[in-house]
């Protein structure tokens, strides 16, 4: 376990802080140095609104180690409103319930956590829209 | 009667239930433990990967999208809990790193059983009172849990609720005053290492539930000259279905005034969260200019009580934010074997 790694990731995973070109206006998570559209560097944090769309979805039977604690969960891609493409788990959710179009919404949960005695990873996730 | 030399008020709040219940029928099916326990409809279990932490943050989140306020602004993130994630890290560092509380900014976990989250609020109104700071946030959240087959496994609910203290003038309620009472009475605790608590059956209602909430209450409506006729809402600390409904009847309260704001038959004991989760659901229905008394109570023990009045912004962010019946409406019913997998109870070898 890198506790270091963890840390790094934080702003991205609890708070879907990506990149926004100010040259191209291209919106990007994870996080890059460079626009992949305009070549540009210069990239400024942005703050994803956490809105979007199951994009396509499957169901996770055999997990990582970490992560089998939760099986079966459905994981999914989610188009967010701004344009990029999160692999991510979804969660409050039964396994048959999400289809390609649901909207969905970001939450933080917890991802996994390292035994009974190391990190809790806590990120987001994604659950069907509460409320329109 | 304490009140902060600086007028201030509730300028957001918000709320979380989970989407898991267990029935109270499904309860008893496993342990049999009779009709008397069956007042309650059923509680709120947590998902897989929910904590006090993940309950916080999204009632947090809540709270600062009704105060439409950058969270960078808050100077504190206080955190009332006995179900923490971690025994030494403090968990409001988390709630206030996801919010965007981080870093020029306070952030500490509060202890006093159920009565954390409003400890946590008295603190807070002391803080903007006495201007140190211009917002502070106050949240209750905790993951319940009895031991299988006690009593308190019919009652020990999950959830959380958040609220921003703030200046007077941008208030959806405005405080009036506020009165804390506490003595040393061991109704309820948990030693280090105990994976459930101890309680005093019987002791914990008349020496504990009952005194230290009505000395709070009755305090504070005498030091404002108010009666219970003066009040158009009252929420109390919700242990059960029976506890909130006669500690207002005998202050004189009627239930009109309580029935908005007891959420337990739903949710149930919803811990450090319970008497601010009757909050918000009464400031999600109510009207300018109404007078709420809050009384909460922690086993240990103590109650703070509280006096606020609805200003013309109570409305703000009624829609799109979730409301508390928005969180109680959606419900997934599980059995008693899901429910044990839930809230770890089933061992892995
Ligand atoms: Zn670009």
């Known amino acids: 376990m890198s506790l270091a790694k963890h840390w790094r990731l934080q702003q991205q995973r609890y708070r879907l802080i990506g990149v926004q070109c100010e040259d191209c206006g291209a919106k990007l998570l994870p996080r890059r140095l460079v626009c992949p559209q305009c070549k540009s560097h210069n990239l400024q944090p942005y703050s994803f609104k956490g809105q979007g769309m199951v994009y396509s979805h499957t169901v996770v039977y055999d997990a990582p180690s970490g992560y089998d604690g939760y099986v079966p969960y459905p994981a999914a891609l989610v188009r967010l409103d701004e344009g990029p493409l999160v692999a991510t788990q979804l969660t409050d959710v039964d396994i048959d319930e999400p289809y390609i179009g649901m909207p969905v919404e970001m939450v933080t949960r917890r991802l996994r956590e390292h035994g009974e005695s190391g990190m809790i990873v806590y990120g987001y996730k994604f659950r069907p829209k509460l409320k329109d | ?349």
Not at chain 2, 7 to 26: K, N, Q, T, W
Not at chain 2, 224 to 234: A, C, I, K, N, S
Not at chain 2, 238 to 251: C, D, E, H, I, Y
Request: glycine letters at 10%.
């Open chain 2, 1 to 349: 009667m304490m009140k902060p030399l600086r007028d201030v008020g509730l300028v957001g709040y918000g709320a979380y239930v989970p989407r898991y219940r267990i029935s109270a029928e499904e309860i008893s099916r496993v342990w049999k433990m009779g009709e008397d326990n069956l007042h309650l409809e059923e509680k709120a279990v947590p998902g897989l990967d929910e904590d006090t932490t993940t309950i916080a943050i999204e009632a947090a989140r809540n709270a600062l999208r009704k105060a439409a306020l950058d969270p960078s602004k808050l100077s504190a993130v206080w955190l009332g809990s006995e179900s923490k994630p971690y025994s030494v890290k403090p968990t409001a560092t988390i709630v206030a790193e996801a919010v965007g509380a981080t870093p020029h900014t306070m952030a500490a976990d509060w202890e006093f059983a159920c009565k954390a989250g409003t400890e946590a609020m008295q603190a807070a109104i002391g803080f903007v009172g006495s201007g140190m700071a211009d917002y502070a946030m106050a949240i209750g959240a905790d993951t319940a849990q009895g031991k299988p087959g006690d009593q308190l496994e019919y009652t020990a609910g999950a959830g959380g609720a958040a609220f921003v203290v703030g200046p007077k003038g941008e208030s959806m309620a405005y405080l009036e005053g506020s009165h804390s009472y506490v003595t040393d009475t061991p109704d309820f605790f948990r030693r280090p290492n105990q994976h459930y608590p101890t309680h005093g059956n019987r002791f914990t209602g008349e020496p504990s539930y009952f005194t230290h909430t009505i000395m709070a209450a009755r305090a504070l409506m005498d030091e404002l000259g108010y009666g219970p006729e003066d009040y158009d809402r009252v929420v109390f600390h919700q242990p059960n279905s029976k506890f909130p409904v006669r500690v207002a009847k005998r202050l004189g309260f009627v239930e009109e005034q309580y029935r908005d704001g007891l959420l337990v038959p739903y949710v149930g004991n919803t811990y450090a969260a319970s008497s601010g989760i009757g909050l918000a659901a009464v400031l999600d229905k109510a009207e300018p200019g109404e007078r709420i008394l809050l009384a909460s109570y922690g086993s240990g023990a103590g109650s703070d009580a509280f006096s606020f009045v609805t200003t013309e912004c109570i409305a703000r962010g009624r829609n799109p934010i979730p409301q508390i019946s928005d969180y109680v409406g959606r419900r997934r019913e599980i059995d008693y074997a899901q429910y044990a997998r839930h809230r770890g109870k089933l061992m892995m070898y």
